[in-house]
Nanobody, 119 residues
């Protein structure tokens, strides 16, 4: 089992920045990748970014490329999402997720943290 706890959400004006954190505990050695997803009201959950836990390869949704940066600190078992140039359409609940080695899908999820961007 892997437990994930997000923090860092809040209210920010358009053009501002926020940094989300995701602290992992439990069987963290079994993780292959960490990801960030988001769900806006009335919409399905969508992929935002991911990072390889060992190699650090990163992938981003087109909608956030150039504005968001995902990183990880393996010593602290923590993943970050630096969000810059925020837009009102970035408003959503942001979820951290972990993908275990040998699985193709993210299996463990955090409780989510609200990000609200005002215009």
């Amino acid at each position: 089992q892997v437990q994930l706890v997000e923090s860092g959400g809040g209210l920010v004006q358009a053009g501002g920045s926020l940094r989300l954190s995701c602290a992992a505990s439990g069987r963290t050695f079994s993780m292959n990748a960490m990801g960030w997803f988001r769900q806006a009201p009335g919409k399905e959950r969508e992929f935002v970014a991911q990072i390889g836990w060992n190699g650090g390869n990163t992938y981003y949704a087109d909608s956030v490329k150039g504005r968001f940066t995902v990183s990880r600190d393996t010593a602290k078992n923590t993943v970050y999402l630096q969000m810059n140039s925020l837009k009102p359409e970035d408003t959503a609940v942001y979820y951290c997720a972990a993908r275990p080695t040998g699985r193709s899908a993210f299996h463990y999820w955090g409780q989510g943290t609200q990000v609200t961007v005002s215009s």
